[in-house]
């Protein structure tokens, strides 16, 4: 079993909280910059389409895409603006909306508000990982259409974006879209029939984000050794995951985008198995699981 | 009430986009609704169309009778695809936006009354507006940048000047 330092523990015993705060401290970013802007400091301008921070341009590299695509001219700036965001991703993989998407925190707590009100819905805790080419199927057609209309659809589809400009206007001149609709309609959706199925299958800007994905890029890894859930009928990190994915696998990738909650829980019931890696594992994580769903039913979260 | 909503129709006419904008079809390929020229802009002049403009969505776009813009061209230095392209501050006279057109017949100076708001308030002073016979304003098009500092500042309402975008 691979040692943690100390440090690697504590981060992954408060990495729940940790996440939470940054999540909040961007929402209150994304009201702060179209107010002191208002004040007249122009420092950091932009929504999450595109921002500078000081002399520093950054661009969601699926918009950088999508003008490449749609002018079919390279505006060098802007393959530079998108170059930081993706440098990010090769390193940490998807981290953006996990860590920092206002629409994610939005649908996480959807998620949570769901499991309260129908808390039947919820008892299977053994996830099933989808296959991957549901996620490139969803993307390529977003990309085809964007090819044949001639419209920037990433541009609409940017939940982030859409989000951060909406406040933007909130601040600025004290109205609202209609288009915030799109949003409330996504989560009502997510709601009552779908936990998280934008943010999972279909968000453009998390797709492209994704296909930086390689085998040094940081990953959750399992490691069969430590885990202490295997004889108790539950398994937390499977509960925990707010895509719905068996973190014990390696398959879970494009789909899962190192939130970590399936560590936290992890390291909550004294498990140590699982873990973020930038090493892929080569061992084939074949979990011996003392339990069959047919027979014992669903699985319950313990109680630990 | 149908009459005032069809006057309102009647006088309808397409908002300006900022300085330095391109083609409306590249504009509307290259610009990707991040809102930093919004944001960038020390009037707030400029404000993001919403949803009931359909595909132009979440584009900025002025309206003169509201806030013109005052040709600072801070928003052209920050577009980071060059939907706005950029323009230096002392070459405000290449910004070609719109161009404004005099209504004669409700114009308060063709009407015998003496007003020379839109002549002394264009930043292309005695070029894009001059005064024939000291009296009556003319707008010259190989001059006038359409910025609606002009249709903005017109006593009369609807105003007897009126800008027209270059990117209906």
């Known amino acids: ?304 | 009430m149908l009459l005032e909503w069809l006057n309102k129709i009647a006088q309808y006419h397409a908002p300006l986009r900022p300085p330095g904008a391109v083609d409306e079809d590249e504009f509307l390929r290259k610009c990707i609704r991040c809102r930093r020229c919004e944001e960038v802009c020390p009037y707030d002049s400029i404000i993001m169309a919403h949803g009931e403009h359909g595909q132009k969505v979440g584009t900025p776009f002025i309206y003169a009778r509201r806030i013109p813009c005052y040709l600072c061209m801070k928003c052209t230095e920050v577009c980071p695809t060059q939907a706005l392209l950029p323009i230096k501050k002392e070459e405000k006279e290449k910004v070609k936006m719109g161009l404004a057109k005099i209504d004669t017949t409700t114009c308060l100076a063709y009407n015998g009354i003496i007003c020379r708001a839109c002549y002394e308030r264009c930043p292309i002073y005695r070029e894009a507006i001059t005064l024939e016979n000291e009296m009556y304003p003319v707008v010259h098009p190989e001059h006038c940048v359409g910025c609606g500092i002009c249709e903005n500042v017109c006593p009369n309402d609807p105003p007897s000047i009126i800008v027209k975008s270059a990117h209906a």
Not at chain 1, 48 to 62: C, E, K, Q, T, V
Request: aromatic share 14%; proline share 6%.
């Open chain 1, 1 to 304: 079993m691979k040692t943690m330092s100390s440090f690697e523990q504590k981060f992954y015993r408060n990495l729940h909280w940790i996440r939470r705060l940054t999540q909040w401290a961007v929402v209150v970013f994304i009201f702060v910059v179209p107010f002191l802007n208002r004040q007249g400091i122009h420092a950091i301008i932009g929504t999450f389409y595109s921002i500078r921070i000081g002399h520093l341009d950054l661009m969601d590299p699926a918009l950088m895409f999508q003008t490449i695509l749609l002018t079919q001219n390279i505006y060098f700036p802007a393959i530079l603006a998108g170059s930081i965001p993706i440098i990010l991703a090769l390193v940490f993989g998807r981290v953006f909306c996990s860590w920092m998407c206002p629409y994610n925190l939005l649908s996480e707590y959807v998620g949570a508000l769901r499991k309260r009100v129908f808390p039947k819905k919820q008892t299977r805790i053994l996830n099933h990982n989808p296959r991957p080419h549901w996620y490139w199927t969803v993307l390529g057609s977003i990309v085809t259409l964007l090819m044949v209309s001639g419209l920037p659809v990433i541009t609409y589809l940017s939940m982030p974006g859409l989000i951060s400009s909406q406040v933007a206007d909130l601040v600025l001149h004290a109205t609202i879209g209609v288009e915030i609709s799109l949003v409330i309609i996504l989560l009502l959706i997510e709601f009552f029939f779908a936990p998280h199925f934008w943010c999972k299958y279909a968000c453009p800007v998390g797709a492209v984000l994704t296909l930086f994905h390689y085998k040094h890029t940081m990953r959750v890894q399992f490691d069969p050794k430590g885990c202490t859930c295997q004889d108790l009928k539950a398994l937390s990190c499977n509960a925990a995951c707010p895509l719905g994915l068996d973190p014990r696998h390696r398959d879970i990738y494009p789909y899962c985008y190192n939130c970590g909650e399936c560590i936290y829980a992890c390291h909550k019931h004294q498990g140590k198995s699982l873990s973020f890696s930038f090493q892929t594992n080569k061992q084939k994580n074949i979990i011996p699981l003392k339990f069959n769903e047919k027979q014992d039913g669903p699985f319950k979260e313990a109680n630990l």
